[in-house]
């Protein structure tokens, strides 16, 4: 089930709020499980299974964690709850990458390869791995309190709202709002705002230019502008796909009285590819340093093993997005240029580069950086850079021109407007009078139900990661 159907938006949806609402607190977190449990197992309820036995791993080996007195056996909780998660991770994600290539090297070799693996990946994994893994290692340091309740620790791993594609979120940051949390009408109201706004960014903006996207990359050699305006097209889909995903799991959060972690904050008016990586996916970012860059030894150990810890930090960031060589090199270049950065003098936000080309310059690089985000392959992927640094001809074909449509080029130039003008992404967030909201939730609802009914299935881009 994903949030921008009719059956989530007029069934599941109203259905959970009034059971929600109905029930008293002690059952809060039962009701949150049931209906996070419902939701997923819609997709493929067998899985159901996997995702219970991740969080209960994790819930008792953090238990370990805190019951013993023996730093032996809380170091070996930690390893064994760690291990599991990353071990069902590797299997759903990586496995078939890994046997791909291995036969790829026996095929050179003149050997026969082994046969292929069929694996579906869980959706959303990725994002319930991370949230695990932070829990153990959060208690294990001491930094968090353990959840008081398996139910609410259970009601946390499966949390329907954001659940699929994030935000990642961490244990400590929601354990005080699972034993206390506000419920209002301004609450509410506030919640559904968001999620309205965050369906109108999916439906209207993000699904009007993915067709455009996905007719340029699939062009054999395309032409410069061919190349430029599907990674621009591409550059819009994946930020108002996400960003909205993002919206409405916020906004249902709310609707519930918990607080998320807002995950974006305008990153495409970002002077350098730093800024970029505090505003683009924050409760990655923000992960990716706690738990990876940190632990790797961060800055403490001199320029050069800084350097390193930023690209391999990076890289396994980009590993983590899928199993494909291309998110490796997509991590690559955005580790190599945080490197660069630095070394440069970044650290914090602000530009390293001459004010004149400082945004400009990033987003070329993010633009370039997205081409190999969404080609399916390296092979694509270079073929798209030949055809952007104008190696395939100068001009659109007349069958392609001919393909695009007003309403694709409406939505794209919608779209770059409301990135460029850097206090918009902000001020859409900020609470309105209540006629305005009201107003403005009723225009985009009417929009995204219109939209919704002339299209087909549409699942976020982030559902494979």
């Not at 996400?242 to 998320?260: D, E, K």
Request: aromatic share 18%.
């Amino acid at each position: 089930m994903i949030f921008s159907t009719n059956i989530f938006v007029f069934a599941f949806l109203p259905a959970f709020i009034l059971i929600y609402y109905s029930c008293g607190w002690r059952y809060k977190s039962f009701i949150i499980l049931m209906a996070s449990y419902a939701f997923y197992g819609w997709w493929r309820f067998e899985y159901l299974l996997l995702i219970f036995c991740m969080s209960l791993i994790s819930y008792y080996t953090a238990q370990i964690t805190v019951c013993s007195q023996d730093e032996r056996v809380r170091l070996w909780a930690l390893r064994f709850g760690v291990i599991f998660d990353l071990t069902i991770l590797g299997w759903f994600k990586y496995a078939m990458f890994i046997q791909d290539n291995v036969n790829g090297i026996l095929t050179f070799a003149n050997t026969e390869p082994y046969s292929t693996l069929d694996i579906i990946l869980p959706i959303g994994i990725s994002f319930h791995t991370f949230q695990s893994i932070s829990y153990i290692i959060d208690i294990y340091r001491r930094d968090a309190p353990p959840a008081p309740r398996l139910v609410d620790f259970l009601a946390f791993g499966a949390l329907f709202p954001q659940l699929i594609a994030g935000p990642v979120l961490r244990y400590k940051d929601l354990a005080e709002q699972f034993m206390h949390r506000t419920h209002s009408l301004e609450l509410f109201t506030q919640g559904m705002y968001r999620f309205i706004l965050g369906l109108a960014m999916k439906v209207l903006v993000a699904d009007s230019v993915a067709p455009l996207a996905d007719r340029m990359f699939s062009l054999p050699n395309p032409s410069m502008p061919e190349s430029w305006l599907g990674a621009l097209a591409y550059t819009i889909q994946l930020f108002f796909d996400f960003a909205g995903y993002s919206a409405m799991a916020i906004g249902l959060g709310l609707m519930i009285g918990f607080r998320f972690i807002e995950n974006f904050n305008a990153p495409y008016i970002s002077r350098s590819i730093t800024e970029f990586w505090q505003r683009w996916h924050i409760s990655l970012s923000t992960w990716l340093r706690d738990y990876l860059y940190i632990p790797l030894g961060g800055n403490r150990h001199g320029p050069r093993r800084t350097y390193i810890n930023l690209i391999l930090t990076m890289v396994l960031g980009g590993f983590w997005h899928g199993a494909n060589w291309t998110f490796i090199l997509w991590g690559i270049w955005h580790g190599g240029i945080m490197a660069v950065e630095r070394a440069m003098g970044a650290k914090h936000a602000g530009s390293v580069w001459p004010r004149a080309i400082a945004w400009p310059l990033t987003m070329i690089f993010v633009i370039l950086g997205w081409v190999l985000f969404r080609a399916p392959d390296v092979a694509v992927a270079f073929d798209m850079y030949q055809g952007m640094f104008g190696a395939q001809g100068f001009s659109i074909r007349p069958d392609i021109a001919w393909a695009i449509r007003p309403s694709e080029l409406a939505m794209l130039g919608v779209g770059i407007a409301i990135c460029m003008v850097p206090f918009l992404p902000n001020a859409l967030r900020r609470p309105l009078s209540p006629q305005l909201m009201a107003l403005v939730m009723s225009v985009l609802m009417l929009g995204a139900l219109t939209r919704m009914a002339s299209q087909s299935y549409s699942p976020f881009l982030y559902f494979q990661f």
